[in-house]
């Protein structure tokens, strides 16, 4: 079992920045592959990002590539998702989610390849 605590939203204005932090009650982070989600009002949760166990392959939705960075610190058990030169298209709901089961792959821009879940964060980006 692990559970799963985002923090970091709020609210900024357009060309803002945030840093997104998942912590994991886990003793097994290390071995997880972890994912960032998000969905705004109305629409479908959507992939924004991912990363292996050692952090050394990511994965970015093509609407934030360049401009958010995916990042883990397994010794504090964290993820991080540094979001800079934010959009209003960018507010959402962020979720964090790991997959304990696999190694990183394509099927992990799939939200049902991930097994946990956190409550997830908003943040909202003002033009």
């Known amino acids: 079992q692990a559970q799963l605590v985002e923090s970091g939203g709020g609210l900024v204005q357009a060309g803002g920045s945030l840093r997104l932090s998942c912590a994991a009650s886990?003793?097994?982070?290390?071995?997880?592959?972890m994912g960032w989600f998000r969905q705004a009002p109305g629409k479908e949760r959507e992939f924004v990002a991912a990363?292996?166990?050692?952090?050394?392959?990511?994965y970015y939705a093509d609407s934030v590539k360049g401009r958010f960075t995916i990042s883990r610190d397994n010794a504090k058990n964290t993820v991080y998702l540094q979001m800079n030169s934010l959009k209003p298209e960018d507010t959402a709901v962020y979720y964090c989610?790991?997959?304990?089961?696999?190694?990183?792959?394509?099927?992990?821009?799939?939200?049902?390849?991930?097994?946990?879940w956190g409550q997830g964060t908003q943040v909202t980006v003002s033009s």
């Open positions: 989610a790991a997959d304990s089961r696999s190694g990183i792959g394509s099927r992990h821009y799939l939200s049902n390849q991930y097994n946990y």
């Open positions: 990363i292996s166990w050692r952090g050394s392959i990511t």
């Open positions: 886990t003793r097994t982070f290390s071995t997880f592959v």
